[in-house]
């Protein structure tokens, strides 16, 4: 699907009971990993995830926050956030995009915007991109849109993609709802390429979370590493010899964790802090 769909290349549904996220802590997380080439957007559904990071402070993601990571010519990450001790549940999106020719390569950048900062519009919250004239503070390529969509029981609501948007698609993390079909949660739902308003109701009983993306066709080849994605096979092996790179660096600077707990991301000009 992602071939179909990009920019939008990659979307997990993650959801932590209690026992889970115990597992996790005990266990140290996630391991931390390389990117280059892709930006990744986390969304939260339910629960919180706190993030303490020296270059851009510390606060809470909580549903409407985001965490944006621009990865451009590569970073290392996975331990930036962790849930705080009184969140029973964790569930919410991570959505990987493919970067544009020019930014691909570029510095990576990072961003941890908590809900007071972000924007909404009726039931969505506009999480990348503009929607009825409201524009979100994430500084994601142009040409993409992505929101968080709150629907009550039986609320209807109609989503008109922008001039030049011919890929979409949505995706429930809970309820159920109809969108030209059934939709339950966990389902992800690819519509036909067109500028054709898409129109989502809640089923009667229930309402409905889901995410909904929309964008401009992403023009180039997808040339797929194992944690990268890149427009050519040379911005390829340029993002991933830069990863190893950073990977040998990330191994010198050793134990970078921060006093709560969670490990800053490493790119570019880092020796143990951010340099973003």
């Known amino acids: 699907m992602g071939q179909a769909l990009k920019p939008f290349v990659f979307l997990d549904l993650f959801d932590m009971d209690q026992a889970d996220l115990h597992a996790m802590v005990a266990s140290g997380g996630m391991p931390i990993h390389p990117h280059s080439g892709i930006a990744t957007v986390?969304?939260?559904?339910?629960?919180?995830?706190?993030?303490?990071?020296?270059?851009?402070g510390t606060g809470t993601i909580g549903y409407g926050g985001v965490?944006?990571?621009?990865?451009?010519?590569g970073v290392w990450?996975?331990?930036?956030?962790?849930?705080?001790?009184?969140v029973t549940r964790v569930?919410?999106?991570?959505?990987?995009?493919?970067?544009?020719?020019d930014v691909e390569n570029a510095q990576p950048q990072s961003r941890y915007i908590e809900v007071d900062g972000m924007r909404s519009v009726g039931p969505a919250h506009v999480i990348l991109g503009v929607h009825a004239g409201v524009a979100s503070p994430v500084p994601a390529p142009a040409g993409v849109n992505y929101l968080l969509v709150t629907l009550r029981a039986?609320?209807?609501w109609t989503y008109q993609p922008p001039e030049g948007h011919t890929v979409g698609w949505l995706a429930l993390a809970r309820g159920a709802a109809m969108a030209g079909v059934r939709v339950v949660a966990g389902d992800m739902v690819q519509f036909e390429r067109g500028e054709a308003p898409i129109t989502v109701q809640a089923s009667d009983g229930e309402g409905a979370v889901l995410v909904l993306g929309s964008a401009v066709p992403h023009p180039y080849e997808l040339h797929l590493g194992y944690y990268s994605v890149h427009t050519s096979e040379q911005a390829l092996i340029k993002g991933e010899k830069r990863i190893g790179e950073l990977g040998r660096q990330l191994k010198e600077a050793g134990d970078r964790r921060t006093k709560?707990?969670?490990?800053?991301?490493?790119?570019p000009g880092q020796a143990g802090s951010?340099?973003?």
Do not use: C, N
């Not at 939260?44 to 270059?55: A, E, N």
């Not at 965490?67 to 010519?73: D, I, K, L």
């Not at 990450?77 to 009184?86: R, Y």
């Open 77 to 86: 990450h996975g331990k930036e956030m962790s849930p705080p001790a009184d």
């Open 67 to 73: 965490e944006w990571m621009s990865a451009g010519g």
């Open 154 to 156: 039986g609320e209807r």
């Open 91 to 101: 569930q919410g999106f991570q959505l990987w995009l493919a970067l544009p020719r």
């Open 42 to 56: 986390t969304v939260l559904t339910q629960g919180r995830l706190d993030f303490d990071d020296p270059g851009a």
């Open 274 to 276: 951010p340099g973003y």
């Open 260 to 267: 709560s707990g969670t490990v800053p991301i490493f790119g």
